[in-house]
């Protein structure tokens, strides 16, 4: 008999937000608590992959730690992504209006200036911008279903 795991993503969904000139943006409501709980007022925001920001909460950020602090020192790709993911990092807290101020550093890195998407995917949350964004979903449709084998899904 298969066994079936469940899993609940914490983070699902897309919503569209504008970049203030002080830098903050709104964190969407369904993902406050998630990201913060009752507990919790930081969440930590870094250099994601292919152009955006990862946001993590303070839980899933101790996890991501442990798991780089493991990589071996002496495997060079583990050093870069090491550097890449850790030095750009930023801890970030919520205000009351349930926005966080985004670093300058890090907007700079995935190209932030004002229209961004907000985006749950699963473990965590990735901030683009807007045009990133919907230029990453300009896909074929046929070509994806073809890779979804290769990942096994």
Excluded at 10 to 30: L, M, T
Excluded at 53 to 60: A, C, P, S, T, W
Aim: hydrophobic fraction near 45%; charge should be negative.
């Amino acid at each position: 008999m298969r066994q079936v795991r469940t899993f609940m993503a914490r983070f699902v969904g897309e919503f569209n937000h504008s970049i203030d000139a002080k830098g903050r943006v709104i964190v969407p409501a369904r993902f406050r608590d998630g990201l913060f709980g009752e507990e919790k007022t930081e969440c930590f925001v870094t250099k994601g992959l292919d152009g955006c920001l990862f946001v993590y909460d303070r839980d899933e950020w101790a996890v991501m730690e442990e798991k780089i602090a493991a990589l071996p020192l002496s495997n060079p790709n583990a050093r870069r992504f090491s550097r890449q993911f850790l030095s750009g990092a930023a801890p970030c807290e919520i205000d009351k209006q349930g926005r966080i101020l985004l670093p300058a550093k890090l907007r700079e890195y995935a190209g932030l200036s004002k229209d961004v998407a907000v985006v749950g995917v699963g473990s965590h949350i990735e901030i683009w911008d807007l045009k990133a964004w919907d230029a990453m979903n300009d896909f074929d449709a046929d070509e994806m279903a073809r890779n979804m084998e290769d990942l096994g899904i």
